[in-house]
């Protein structure tokens, strides 16, 4: 691992300034009980790691953003992410307000290594977790999110949050032989911190058009959404969950259609799986974790 003094997972890496930086979630053991909706995933801060190069030390830069300083939220500071804009730094985090419904926040700093300051409220429109924030070459940035399970996504099915019981993983969840969950994505205002749009499905189709199915577990959407772009194509990448996979789709427009082309990694030690990929100079590198320091405690990865 890069980092072997705290536990860090969900790597969003970046190259800002001729710099890699990696925005992670930091795990802890907060002490929750596990469940298959990640109440142990009782994460508490943030810290940014950087690297002067792919092949330098990482460093550890300290506390970028605690959720006690983040008025909306109250736990649960899921797998973040972060662009560079006009000489800011905006660190996006998911993280559970005090009504149990995970939203977005967005921090700003004059630092890619932080302190982070967060704005008062969530971005409005807002919801589920994991945020990826892609820059395209004309400027624009946008937001990728969405995660099943403990990431809610199945109870945003009817664009309201669905607060019915049972609060199982599964209930809410599409049949088998219906369309998946999607990914959204939103574009963002130009100062970042809104969305200018309702956030919308991207489509991830199979070999033959059609919207991949709810029971298709080996290539439907999970969490961990990324977008890269290359050689003027669209790359949407993602977790399929309890199937392990990080997964890829191509496509021509940052709003998708994305075709399903297969998988970029096998399942990890652990049950998460979530990565970013990062140009540094000229080449590409997948930033990912796995949980083979903890010997494979779920929430305790590198
Ligand atoms: O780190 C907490 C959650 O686990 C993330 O938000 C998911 O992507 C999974 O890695």
């Not at 890496?13 to 992670?24: D, R």
């Not at 940035?141 to 809610?152: S, V």
């Not at 969840?173 to 200018?196: C, G, H, I, R, W």
């Not at 709810?214 to 959407?221: C, P």
Request: aromatic share 14%.
């Amino acid at each position: 691992p890069l980092c072997s003094h705290i536990y860090t997972a969900d790597p969003s890496a970046h190259y800002f300034n001729g710099k890699i930086y990696i925005y992670p979630s930091h795990d802890i053991d907060g002490g929750e009980a596990f469940d298959d909706l990640g109440s142990h995933f009782a994460m508490e801060d943030y810290h940014v790691i950087s690297m002067d190069t792919i092949d330098s030390e990482a460093v550890d830069n300290g506390l970028a953003l605690h959720v006690k300083d983040v008025a909306w939220a109250e736990k649960q500071m899921w797998a973040p992410d972060a662009a560079h804009k006009d000489g800011k730094y905006y660190l996006f985090f998911p993280a559970k307000g005090y009504d149990g419904i995970f939203k977005i926040g967005v921090a700003i700093s004059n630092s890619p290594t932080g302190p982070f300051t967060p704005q008062p409220e969530a971005i409005k429109g807002s919801f589920s977790i994991d945020p990826a924030v892609f820059e395209d070459e004309d400027g624009s940035y946008y937001m990728y999110f969405g995660g099943l399970w403990g990431g809610q996504l199945q109870r945003w099915r009817t664009g309201t949050f669905n607060a019915q019981q049972p609060d199982s993983p599964t209930a809410h969840l599409p049949e088998d032989d219906e369309v998946s969950l999607m990914p959204k994505v939103a574009k963002m205002t130009d100062d970042l911190l809104e969305f200018v749009e309702a956030p919308k499905d991207i489509m991830i189709l199979d070999e033959n058009g059609h919207p991949i199915l709810a029971g298709d577990n080996d290539r439907r959407f999970f969490e961990a959404a990324w977008l890269h772009k290359h050689n003027g194509k669209y790359y949407f990448s993602y977790s399929t969950g309890d199937t392990h996979f990080i997964c890829y789709a191509m496509g021509d427009s940052p709003y998708g259609p994305f075709t399903y082309k297969g998988i970029i990694l096998e399942p990890v030690v652990g049950w998460t799986s979530h990565h970013s990929i990062c140009k540094v100079e000229e080449k590409w590198y997948l930033f990912y974790h796995d949980s083979s320091l903890s010997k494979g405690v779920t929430h305790l990865r590198s």
